[in-house]
């Protein structure tokens, strides 16, 4: 079902708008995934530092001390994400 498809059976009553959230919730959490386990990779650069393919038109490149720190927020960005959901977007949502 697709997100145009959710909001008019919202619309039309035949669906409530936690059940089309939810739903629409599954879509991306299934989209993500698919695109993580498709495309991204991960390589060491020329400079030794990690770099993930895959994510974006070019590759993401941290050192690894980056990585760490970042893993280190990993339950704050959680958190961030859950908090600002309503104004955060996906790739490919407009």
Known sequence: MTTLEIMTAVKNGTMTEAEAAQRMEAQTAEKVKE???KKVSLKVSAKGGI????????????????YEI??????????????NKSRLVTKGEE
């Open 35 to 37: 695109v993580v386990r």
């Open 51 to 66: 770099q993930i393919d895959g994510l974006r038109r070019f590759p993401v490149t941290l050192y690894r001390s980056e």
């Open 70 to 83: 970042i893993d280190g927020m990993r339950d704050d960005i959680r958190k961030f994400i859950e908090a």
